[in-house]
């Protein structure tokens, strides 16, 4: 089983600003936890960082043949990047979408996201519980459509 993991733009500062928001782990922190996880579901685990909305599309399209599912936190593209959700509905991957703050508690352009329509759900506000959960979610999912 063959998962991406996409974090979108600003998430690479995570640990370093906005920590009341977001926590106090780094990025790196969150990745080691991530791979960890993976090693326990015996499952291959790749992870990548993009600041660019066209970066985040064209690793969407090269998963089509290399990966069975995709977790993606598109940051702030979330809430406007049509672009980013014509790439997901477009390679047909089972999808999850993480958010680590609870975009719903925050301010009122956090609380539509375009990505939802195309994945099959979400994950918000629980931190880094957010991606753990996720992890486990789409290798249950997968898992479930290869039998
Ligand atoms: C975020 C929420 C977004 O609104 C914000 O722009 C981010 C991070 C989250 O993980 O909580 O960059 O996706």
Same mark, same amino acid.
């Given at each position: 089983t063959n998962v991406l993991l996409i974090h979108g733009p600003n998430l690479n500062l995570l640990g370093k600003r906005e920590i009341d928001i977001y926590g106090n782990k780094t990025l790196e922190e969150i990745n080691d936890l991530l791979m960890g996880k993976a090693r326990e579901l015996k499952i291959n685990l790749e992870i990548k960082q993009y600041n660019c909305e066209g970066r985040i599309i064209e690793s969407i399209h090269q998963?089509?043949?290399?990966?069975?599912g995709i977790i993606i936190n598109?940051?702030?593209?979330? @809430?406007?990047s049509i672009a980013i959700r014509d790439a997901i509905a477009g390679v047909k991957l089972p999808t999850i979408e993480v958010h680590l703050s609870n975009i719903y508690a925050r301010?009122?352009?956090? @609380?539509?996201?375009?990505?939802s329509p195309v994945v099959i759900g979400q994950i918000s506000g629980l931190g880094e519980l957010s991606y753990i959960l996720a992890l486990e979610a789409i290798v249950n999912i997968i898992e479930t459509i290869k039998k």
């Open positions: 998963a089509r043949d290399r990966f069975d598109p940051g702030a593209y979330s @809430h406007y301010e009122d352009f956090r @609380h539509f996201s375009v990505i």
